[in-house]
Nanobody
């Protein structure tokens, strides 16, 4: 089992920045892909960004490309999501996810473990 704990969410004005963190513990491995998803009220959980095990490859949703940056520190078993130029439509609960395979996937069905989520609210 892998346990994921997100932190760093909060309330920010439009145009502001936040940095989310997700710490993994348990049966962790540096060879897995880590991703961020988000879910707004009344909407499906959607893909935000994913990073491979070495950090050399990343993939972003079109809606966040150029504003969000995903990174990881395998020594700390932690993945980060730096968010800048935030918009009200970025408001959602943000979830960290891990998949045992190393390939980059954007479908939530490909992920094996999930965190409890952290709320991000962007005011206009």
């Amino acid at each position: 089992q892998v346990r994921l704990v997100e932190s760093g969410g909060g309330l920010v004005q439009a145009g502001g920045s936040l940095r989310l963190s997700c710490a993994a513990s348990g049966r962790t491995s540096s060879t897995y892909a880590m991703a961020w998803f988000r879910q707004a009220p009344g909407k499906e959980r959607e893909f935000v960004a994913v990073i491979n095990w070495s950090g050399s490859s990343t993939y972003y949703a079109d809606s966040v490309e150029g504003r969000f940056t995903i990174s990881r520190d395998n020594a700390k078993n932690t993945v980060y999501l730096q968010m800048i130029s935030l918009k009200p439509e970025d408001t959602a609960v943000y979830y960290c996810a891990v998949r045992n395979g190393g390939s980059l996937q954007r479908s939530k069905d490909e992920y094996d473990y999930w965190g409890q989520g952290t709320q991000v609210t962007v005011s206009s």
